[in-house]
């Protein structure tokens, strides 16, 4: 979802960072600033010494260190936990493309005009309805556990087919009113500059009203998959062997929670960057937004 | 009056309870300008989206070349090419490239090629003095200039008949010029017209005739200079006055 180069030059040659950097540094000479820099790094320094301090001295800290921070079960939790990560980040994977594919067909029946396409438009309404009024898990144990129950010949039976599928219908509801809510907030008169050109409906909503969409809701979208990157492990629930399932496998072999830290430190290894990256995209966008409006 | 390029007929058309258009009847011979003039609400707008088919009709009919294009079954979508069309507030595409605007609509829906469509972009763009900024996006042109890049969007499928909805109502007053003088000259070329505006002195200087809208209904219709100055009616007497108070006469 993410370009592999977040630093792409804008859209519209404008006031860049350099101009508004200059403009915010203006009151305060270079000496000042790196004045500043230092005196937060120091207060950083300080505070997590004597946090550290306080929180190693307190009575409690040896048990809390063996039960989170035992380095020998973290070591000896990770592989399997490792392993298990790859799962849910092909899970991920698999539901990114996924997810935008059923959404962009949700959201654009949703938003049919005309008698002929109510039907249509009343199964994705319906549908929608249904897969947000779900609480995911339920979901996932609905789909996961009870299809394959069914031994229905031709269908897939395994908990990770169904798990994904629970998975990628839930979001793809979400997904699919956050693109409805940028398709709504494209003007009527876009629409109809596309119909004047002789464009189909279709074609209309392709060429014109879609690509507008799209970017209204963009930080929208992309908060949605930072929230999908960590509900992949909701799956587990089914059994399948992904992170957090290896980590309770492990800690109720041991008694031991380190290997549920473990699979944090995983999560957060890619969530934290995913997290920025977003940041850095709603921050470019709103520039880009501000720029239009000078 | 003869078939004419364009007919309208007893045009009705209805926004819930309320009547916009209350029995239009038009009718616009081939080289023909005519302005549509009258205070806002009186249905100028709404007569012109009819023609393109923009927006469903109540009542009535509308013909081009004397087909029935407001029928049942005829494919609107080729109708609207035969048709330009250009908005009071432009409506580029605002993620697209000038030229792309002009072009989108002769590739997806004519399905010319990329390169033809392109060479007769650029071409309306240089005749409207915008081909310079053909590779920059809308929001970097002045209100003047994008209204000509939907100038030539509207033109570049050559159209029978180009429809103008107030198209200089939106702009700074230093910008109308460059716009009127660009309708100016597709007029001198015999473009077939039909415009709104609120531009009097340009529509007396363009327009072969002027048709007064009032709460939906033609309620007057002829030449600039009898129009303008020797009104039959007293509603377009009573329009007039305020025009030429507000200094636009």
Known sequence: MTGPDPVVPPLVPGPGPGIFGARLGSGRSREEGARAALVATASTVVFLVVAAVLITR??????????????DAFRESWPDVLHGFWTDMKIFAISIVVIPVLALVLAVARSFRGPAFFP?????????DVMRGIPMILLILLLGFGVPALQ????????????????????????????RAGIDAVPESQRASARAIGLTQG???????????????IPALMNTVVSLQKDVALISVLGVREAVREAQIYTSRTFNYTSYVAAAVLFLAVSIPLVRVVDHLTTRDRARRSQVAV | ??????????????????????GIDLSVDEHQVVCLIGPSGSGKSTLLRCIDLLEPIDGGRVLLDGEDITAPGVNANSIRRRIGIVFQSFNLFPHMRVLDNVTLGPRKAAKVPKAEAEARAMELLDRLAVAEHAQKYPEQLSGGQQQRVALARSLVADPEILLLDEVTSALDPELVGEVLSAIRSLAAEGMTIVMATHEMGFAREVAHRIDFLHEGRVLESGPPSQLLKDPTQERTRQFLKRVIEAGRL
């Open chain 1, 152 to 179: 229905l010949s031709g269908v897939p039976s395994g908990a990770f087919f169904w798990g994904v599928a629970a998975l990628a219908l839930s979001y793809a509801a979400y997904t699919a009113e956050i693109l």
């Open chain 1, 120 to 128: 249509l438009k009343a199964l994705a309404i319906c549908f929608i």
């Open chain 1, 58 to 71: 307190s009575p409690n800290w040896p048990e809390v260190r063996h039960q989170f921070f035992d380095p």
């Open chain 2, 1 to 22: 009056m003869s078939a004419g390029k364009l007919r309208v007929e007893g045009l009705v058309k209805r926004y819930g309870d309320r009547v916009v258009l209350d």
């Open chain 1, 203 to 217: 074609q209309a909503l392709r060429h014109a009203i879609l690509p507008q969409a799209i970017r209204n809701v």
